[in-house]
C-alpha cells in the first residue's frame, strides 16, 4: 500500500517526517511524496523536497497531512479544498499531523467526526469548521479511517499508534524501539492541553 504524503509550501518537517520515519519501517508500505501540481516544495525550516503531482497518486492508499504555517491559508482556499477532498475520500485511511486536521477539516471530511489537533493552535483549529467533534484533551484520535494527531511530535505517537492497530502491538513496540523512541501509547494522555 502506498503511503502518500502530501506536501505544500511551509509545511512542518516533522510533522511529515515523524510519520514517515515510522510508517518507512512497515515492509508492506512504499512512501510517496505528493504535492497538488508537482514539482520542489519548501517546509518552514527550509527543507526541499521534490514531489510528483497529486494526480499520480495511488488514491486508496494511506494519505498523510502534516501541520505548518502554510495550513493557514490553505485551510480557507477553496481549490485547494476541493482537491483534499477528492484525496481524503479516496484514501482507505487519512492521517493529519497538528494543524493538518484543519486542512481535513476546511474540506468537510471530518465533519460528525472526532478529531484534535495541536494545542496551541486549537482555537484556530476549530474556527475553521465546527461540525466536528473537537477532542481537546487527545494525543491523536482515531475515529473511522481517519487519525489526527497533537503537535509536532505527537504525530510519531499517532503513526505507531496506527501501525499498532493495522499490524498488532508488538509491531508498534519494536518500531519505536528500533527509533529508540519513547512512545506515547496512551492517546487520551495530553500533557500540552490545557488544565
Not at 527543507?47 to 505548518?68: F, K, S, Y
Request: glycine residues 12%.
Amino acid at each position: 500500500m502506498d503511503v502518500n504524503v502530501l506536501l505544500f509550501d511551509d509545511f512542518e518537517t516533522l510533522d511529515a517526517f515523524g510519520p514517515v520515519e515510522v510508517l518507512g519501517k512497515v515492509e508492506e508500505y512504499r512512501l510517496r511524496y505528493f504535492s497538488e501540481h508537482g514539482g520542489t516544495v519548501a517546509s518552514a525550516q527550509k527543507t526541499v523536497i521534490v514531489t510528483e503531482p497529486a494526480t499520480e497518486a495511488d488514491g486508496g492508499g494511506i494519505l498523510v497531512v502534516p501541520g505548518g504555517r502554510g495550513t493557514r491559508h490553505l485551510a480557507v482556499f477553496p481549490p485547494f479544498l476541493h482537491f483534499l477532498r477528492g484525496m481524503a475520500d479516496d484514501a482507505e485511511y487519512c492521517l493529519s499531523v497538528c494543524t493538518g486536521a484543519a486542512l481535513l477539516a476546511g474540506c468537510g471530511a471530518l465533519d460528525g467526526r472526532r478529531a484534535t489537533s495541536n494545542k496551541k493552535s486549537f482555537a484556530w483549529v476549530k474556527s475553521v469548521r465546527g461540525a466536528v467533534g473537537w477532542e481537546e484533551r487527545a494525543r491523536w484520535v482515531a475515529d473511522g479511517k481517519f487519525y489526527t494527531s497533537s503537535g509536532v511530535s505527537a504525530g510519531m505517537d499517532m503513526a505507531l499508534g496506527f501501525v499498532s492497530d493495522r499490524f498488532g502491538r508488538s509491531r508498534a513496540e519494536g518500531i519505536a524501539e528500533q527509533l529508540e523512541y519513547v512512545w506515547n501509547d496512551d492517546c487520551t494522555r495530553d500533557v500540552f492541553a490545557r488544565k
